[in-house]
T-cell receptor, first 111, second 115 residues
Framework: DQQVKQNSPSLSVQEGRISILNCDYT??????FLWYKKYPAEGPTFLIS?????DKNEDGRFTVFLNKSAKHLSLHIVPSQPGDSAVYFC??????????FGKGTLLTVNP | EPEVTQTPSHQVTQMGQEVILRCVPI?????FYWYRQILGQKVEFLVS????????KSEIFDDQFSVERPDGSNFTLKIRSTKLEDSAMYFC?????????????FGDGTRLSIL
């Protein structure tokens, strides 16, 4: 099941710089997209979401961009902080509201 | 901030035994979910539950699985006769409503190890 894909298993950035995490999806019925952050031994923590009627949603240092025609979304974190180091999951849902997750991207922010 | 709590954090069970995983969703949430993550794989949807009924279930959620809301606060996942391949992290989630812009909030999971 490859309906949600995160092609980069890992990303390393310097503190203070921008982190850009990418996600692609194939199911055109998805209309709600979410990013979760996960630390080891903890559950996914909701970070930010966007509905398909928007192309951008911003919350503090976190911005999600949605390109529906390309079936692509991205999460921008700026400025990146060492505490942002975690696995980031992209997830999507449609009318049945069940979440379909990507495999995750391990973000490492170096001091 | 209210959170979803899951117990136990780690459960070790012999193959063929029954196991019950417990969850306390966020108190004003009405929709409940179970997901699992096998080591090295994606988080996968198992089942959603609303108004004391299953709303949707995946093909993983076969007759060996059942869910129950036995009282006003707990939400349980039962596996009747565990198999080795049931070993995984099981996450409970809840959401306030079933509409766009109501994210699901997850607990910290139960690691289930089948021997």
């Amino acid at each position: 099941d490859q309906q949600v894909k995160q092609n980069s298993p890992s990303l390393s950035v310097q503190e203070g710089r921008i982190s850009i995490l990418n996600c692609d999806y194939t199911n055109s019925m998805f209309d709600y997209f979410l990013w979760y952050k996960k630390y080891p031994a903890e559950g996914p923590t909701f970070l930010i979401s966007i509905s398909s009627i928007k192309d951008k949603n911003e919350d503090g240092r976190f911005t999600v961009f949605l390109n529906k025609s390309a079936k692509h979304l991205s999460l921008h974190i700026v400025p990146s902080q060492p505490g942002d180091s975690a696995v980031y999951f992209c997830a999507a849902s449609g009318s049945n509201y069940k979440l379909t997750f990507g495999k995750g991207t391990l973000l490492t922010v170096n001091p | 901030e209210p959170e979803v709590t899951q117990t136990p954090s780690h459960q070790v069970t012999q193959m063929g035994q029954e196991v019950i995983l417990r969850c306390v969703p966020i108190s004003n949430h009405l929709y409940f979910y179970w997901y699992r993550q096998i080591l090295g794989q994606k988080v996968e949807f198992l089942v959603s539950f609303y108004n004391n009924e299953i709303s949707e279930k995946s093909e993983i959620f076969d007759d060996q699985f059942s869910v129950e809301r036995p009282d006003g606060s707990n939400f349980t996942l039962k596996i009747r006769s565990t198999k080795l391949e049931d070993s995984a992290m099981y996450f409970c989630a809840s959401s306030e409503a079933l509409r766009t812009n109501q994210p699901q909030h997850f607990g910290d999971g139960t690691r289930l190890s089948i021997l």
